[in-house]
């Protein structure tokens, strides 16, 4: 396995259910981050970890959960979501830590969510 | 509010013509830009990125910037239909910190 990886690819689960998204790298990168992708906006920056700690919290609600148990892998665990937080869900890894600006970011293919 | 205006198009060009992509940055202390390309439900691939004014060539694309205006472009030369897609800008702030902010893309459409 190559690059960013992310599971499930795609998700739906009712309001009061707990899941949890899971992304691994494969590029020895030191950063990893959640993004959300909803249709006609931006993407959105979640989460930034750099060597394993929590740089950037974007103003998410507490029912995303982020973590990080290593440099390779990041989690995002959900529970009580509302219809508006079906989106694509994208992790991407950097190489550098915290503090570089050339750091070029790679996306895994991301993972659907429905929330009904 | 940090903002990055990208026209949401779609742009559309004739096969073997010319693209131009166009992005413009609120933040005058941002220092390093990104080109994705995202085909319709998939993730952004990078395409390019600048960090200097002025041209950056790869292949069939040329990034180009401009810190005093607050511009940066993307040009791609002998389109192709596969380069149909739609361009994300992404800029990264200054002042540390790995933080990119996204334009909401601009969708091209090559026609043959």
């Known amino acids: 396995e190559t690059g960013v990886t992310q599971t499930p690819r795609h998700l739906v689960m009712g309001m009061t259910n707990k899941k949890s998204l899971k992304c691994e790298q494969h590029?020895?990168?030191?950063?990893m981050y959640w993004y959300k992708q909803s249709a006609k906006k931006p993407l959105e920056l979640m989460f930034v970890?750099?060597?394993?700690?929590?740089?950037e919290n974007n103003s998410v609600p507490s029912r995303f959960s982020p973590e990080c148990p290593n440099s390779s892998h990041l989690f995002l665990h959900l529970h009580t979501l509302q219809p508006e937080d079906s989106a694509l869900y994208l992790c991407?890894?950097?190489?550098?830590?915290?503090?570089?600006?050339?750091?070029?970011?790679?996306f895994g293919p991301g993972t659907r969510l429905t929330v009904l | 509010q940090k903002e990055v205006e990208q026209n949401s198009g779609p742009l559309s060009v004739p096969e073997g013509a010319i693209a131009s992509l166009n992005c413009t940055y609120s933040?005058?202390?941002?220092?390093?830009f990104f080109w994705y390309r995202q085909y319709s439900g998939k993730s952004p691939e990078l395409i390019m990125f600048?960090?200097?004014?002025g041209d950056k060539e790869d292949g069939r694309f040329t990034a180009q910037l401009n810190k005093a205006s607050q511009y940066v472009s993307l040009l791609i030369r002998d389109s192709q239909p596969s380069d149909s897609a739609t361009y994300l800008c992404?800029?990264?702030?200054?002042?540390?910190?790995?933080?990119?902010?996204f334009g909401t893309g601009t969708q091209l459409k090559v026609e043959l």
């Open positions: 991407a890894s950097s190489p550098g830590g915290a503090g570089g600006l050339y750091n070029e970011q790679f």
């Open positions: 590029l020895g990168h030191n950063a």
């Open positions: 970890y750099s060597l394993e700690e929590r740089v």
């Open positions: 600048i960090y200097s004014n």
């Open positions: 992404a800029v990264n702030e200054g002042g540390g910190g790995n933080k990119l902010t």
């Open positions: 933040d005058r202390g941002s220092q390093s």
